[in-house]
């Protein structure tokens, strides 16, 4: 039994020694989205500004959308990046969207005030909208290509290096397939 | 020295296996009974009427269900971040609205995954989390007894040349044993 116990011990600890390696290289607060590859929830929210934003209406664009609050210190270091992709892009081809999370409009308007950004910034009081985006936390990033569905979800800030190829391979499915983004626009 | 230090690993290796057989158990032992319901949320409706009183408690199992994803560890029923209780108010208006609590379940998997659950539903790959503790437990136990058999028979009582289990302890080592064993 001994001899058995020789090699049973090292091999029941393989599993358990694979499991704590496997954790230490995996984000534990990152968690897989099940949107991705799905289409994003839709949503018809109210702008700062006053007027309404409906997500089906962008069908045949890639759409960035931030989930940001002004009390998020990563949201502060990814502003300048959204900045660069809101300048960068036709918004023919793509747009940025932020949406307010758990924030006042006092004080959204305020760090907007502070570090710029004027594209579209939406509130969401009632959270609906970041439950349906099963958003945990801000920032949280979707990249929503042109014909709907979410090509890819970021937990944390975003770099340019992130959103660049992204969205420019989203603004080259839209060019490329625009009369397909209307037609699944239409269907939705 | 050779009999102590035998006598020692074989306490060891049932510990060993004790340990493991707790640690293939952690997954399972992770997925915690919903607690108790607690009184109807505050997104309730009147507590006079019984159908009302149903649905909010219904509500409140169904959250207690639900993981927190704030606060990770605990259920949206008895978290407080503004988040769960969004969630919770949610959950309400769903089943009020006719949906039934599988419904509203799948809703939320459809939105953050089946982390958001709780207790891992009893299907496909889950199984293991949940089959997987009794395997242990069973060829630990099995393993445990088998050992526990060999070392009595060859115990102090019945310990002969013929032996099946070699102690492996000298003629003085074997010595000091009995005398330890009498002395107490």
């Known amino acids: 039994m001994r001899k058995h116990l020789t090699w049973i011990l090292p091999l029941a600890a393989v599993p358990v020694l694979w499991l704590l390696l496997h954790g230490m290289g995996t984000d534990k607060f990152t968690l897989p989205s099940p949107l991705e590859g799905a289409a994003a929830p839709d949503f018809r929210l109210e702008t700062m500004d006053g007027d309404t934003v409906d997500l089906a209406d962008l069908r045949g664009k890639a759409v960035v959308l931030n989930f940001w609050a002004s009390w998020c210190i990563p949201c502060r270091q990814e502003h300048d990046v959204l900045k660069l992709a809101d300048r960068t892009y036709d918004p023919e081809d793509a747009v940025v969207l932020g949406v307010v999370y758990q924030d006042t409009e006092q004080n959204a308007r305020r760090f907007l005030a502070q570090l710029g950004g004027d594209w579209t910034h939406l509130l969401d009081p009632t959270q609906r909208t970041a439950i349906d985006f099963g958003v945990y ?9 042109p014909d709907g569905q979410v090509a890819h979800k970021k937990v944390g800030p975003v770099t340019w290096d992130l959103v660049r190829p992204t969205v420019d391979s989203l603004v080259a499915a ?5 009369a397909d983004g209307a037609t699944a626009g239409g269907a939705r | 020295m050779n009999g102590r230090t035998g006598v020692a690993a074989r306490a060891a290796a049932a510990l060993g296996l004790v340990l493991f057989a707790a640690l293939a158990g952690a997954p399972a032992g992770a997925a915690q009974e919903p607690i108790g319901t607690r009184p109807a949320p505050s997104t309730g409706t009147a507590l006079t009427d019984p159908e009302a009183e149903r649905l909010d408690a219904e509500a409140a199992e169904l959250s207690a269900q639900l993981r927190c994803p704030v606060c990770r560890n605990q259920s949206i029923l008895e978290s407080n971040a503004e988040l769960s209780r ?11 609205a006719g949906d039934s609590p599988e419904e509203v379940k799948s809703y939320f998997v459809s939105r953050y995954g089946e982390w958001i659950l709780l207790e891992p539903s009893r299907r496909g790959i889950n199984l293991l989390v949940w089959g997987l503790p009794f395997v242990a437990l069973l ?20 310990h002969d040349a013929s032996s099946p289990v070699d102690t492996g302890l000298s003629a003085e080592n074997e010595m000091w044993l009995q005398e330890a064993l009498r002395d107490g």
Do not use: K, Y
């Open chain 1, 174 to 178: 839209a060019r490329g397939d625009g």
């Open chain 1, 137 to 145: 936390g801000v920032p949280e990033t979707f990249f929503i290509g």
């Open chain 2, 86 to 96: 969004e969630m919770q108010a949610l959950v309400h208006e769903r089943l009020a």
């Open chain 2, 139 to 158: 060829v630990g136990g099995a393993i445990a007894i088998r050992l526990l058999r060999r070392w009595s028979t060859s115990g102090p009582g019945n």
